[in-house]
């Protein structure tokens, strides 16, 4: 277990949202993944520090949402890599 799990996930999103401006504005993958993430990061910011409300919204437990937002965070690199 993450000990402070909504920063880490808003550093998470934050970072993935960085790292999408680097693919074409027109790419599917980043249209998709910049409204997920977005929403996602709103949900974040909104639940302030209220764990219990954060994982109602998101629908799954911090720590999965953060090994989620992890995969995400590496796989843009490579779509990046593969020029999406």
Same mark, same amino acid.
């Given at each position: 277990m993450h000990p402070k799990p909504l920063p880490a996930l808003?550093?998470?999103? @934050?970072?993935?949202l960085?790292?999408?401006s680097a693919l074409p504005a /027109?790419?599917?993958y980043r249209q998709g993944t910049e409204s997920? @993430?977005?929403a996602r990061l709103a949900i974040v910011q909104k639940a302030? /520090?209220?764990?219990t409300a954060a994982e109602r919204e998101l629908g799954s437990m911090v720590e999965v949402a953060i090994e989620e937002a992890q995969a995400e965070k590496?796989?843009?690199?490579?779509?990046a890599e593969w020029k999406a």
């Open positions: 808003t550093q998470l999103y @934050t970072e993935t960085s790292a999408l /027109e790419s599917v997920l @993430t977005k302030g /520090e209220d764990i590496a796989l843009v690199g490579k779509m």
